[in-house]
């Protein structure tokens, strides 16, 4: 019988972190099934996300890497393990704890971690901060005697 893995993720400003998830994630079976999370969703527990999810999704089914690539409209996955088969749950270590309860149906549940620097709120606030001191640049070189 074939391992069933799922990855889940939002994969919103898609980085090097969320490669190495996937490619974690192909290596622990023989079927990998990517769950990108649709953009209602994100807006449930956080803003909403700087790629739309018609492009998010895209990009990860362009990936060599997963078998399947799905919509995730839910953070509860009781049901999805249940229909899908799922012998592997792969998800960022920023959800440490959240999906323990899939242990209880018999899925080995794995928190991948980011480690430091690359996460798609670093990459927001980087960006946001070089915009600023870009603005701020332009703003002190602009002339004094045009008038806002």
Not at 41 to 63: Q, S
Request: with cysteine.
């Amino acid at each position: 019988m074939k391992t069933v893995v799922y990855v889940s993720g939002t994969f919103d400003l898609f980085h090097r972190n969320h490669l190495k998830m996937i490619e974690y994630g192909r290596g622990l079976g023989e079927t990998l099934i990517v769950g990108v999370s649709t953009d209602e969703l994100v807006c449930t527990y956080k803003k909403p996300p700087a790629i739309p999810f018609e492009e998010r999704i895209a990009i990860v089914k362009a990936l060599r890497d997963p078998d399947v690539v799905i919509p995730q409209r839910s953070l509860e996955h009781t049901e999805r393990v249940k229909d899908l088969n799922i012998d592997i749950f792969v998800v960022g270590d920023d959800w440490r704890g959240k999906y323990d309860y899939l242990r209880d149906l018999g899925v080995k549940v794995f928190y991948f971690p980011y480690g430091e620097g690359v996460s798609t709120s670093n990459l927001k606030k980087q960006i946001y901060n070089q915009y600023q001191t870009l603005k701020d640049t332009a703003d002190k070189h602009e002339n004094p005697d045009i008038v806002k």
